[in-house]
């Protein structure tokens, strides 16, 4: 079985990439600069992990889709939206309003279908990506139902028919941890946040670092982490 990974230096692809490399032939990552005002760390981060696990890496550049994307995860002009660990479990509706603050349109769709152009190019078996259940609860392109629907696509936009699986689509972000930790990944290098980062530190204030946090905290694995994060808490 041969892999083409999606991989943006975050948890989820992190793990998710070393998923991929102890079950299959990891041909290639794809880190996609599409503008994201995290890019610069992510790049640094996603070369990082690819070169621990021994794989090639490429930075894939999709301009046109960061000059049509008006959110905040692009347009610098415009704040991030930042969030608590209580709002996370208890304001489901502040969390679909700031999903729509950072939503850059059609992204994993977009991703998934060059990541499969790849894939059918390098005889590629299929393509992974990080999707999990606690990212799918707000956003719908995380889901198992975009996994379904994007592999009835592939079997026939493609002829050699990759499929697309997330091998952590069923865990939620500590179970993700829990994961990696015992797989030994080099938790050290990723970079989940939606900032650029400060003396190479992330936020700690934007949803996808609270997420992260919380998921290291209700894991009992902080202290692996907590340096990481500008806040430092
Ligand atoms: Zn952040």
Redesign the pocket.
Known sequence: MKSVCLLSGGLDSLVSLALAKKETEVLLALTFDYGQR?FRDEKESSSKIASHYGVHHKIVKIDWLGEITKTALVDKKKT?PSVTEKEIDTKPDLLHNNAKLVWVPNRNAVFVNIAASFAESLGADQIVAGFNSEEAATFPDNSLQFVNCVNSLFRVSTFSKPRLISYVQSYNKGGIVNTGIKMKVPFELLY????SSKDGR?????????R?KMAFKGTGNFELIKDR?VEGI
Not at 192 to 195: G, H, K, L, P, T
């Open positions: 995290s991030v989940s946040c939606y900032n992330m936020c700690g204030t934007c949803e996808s670092c609270v992260l994060f």
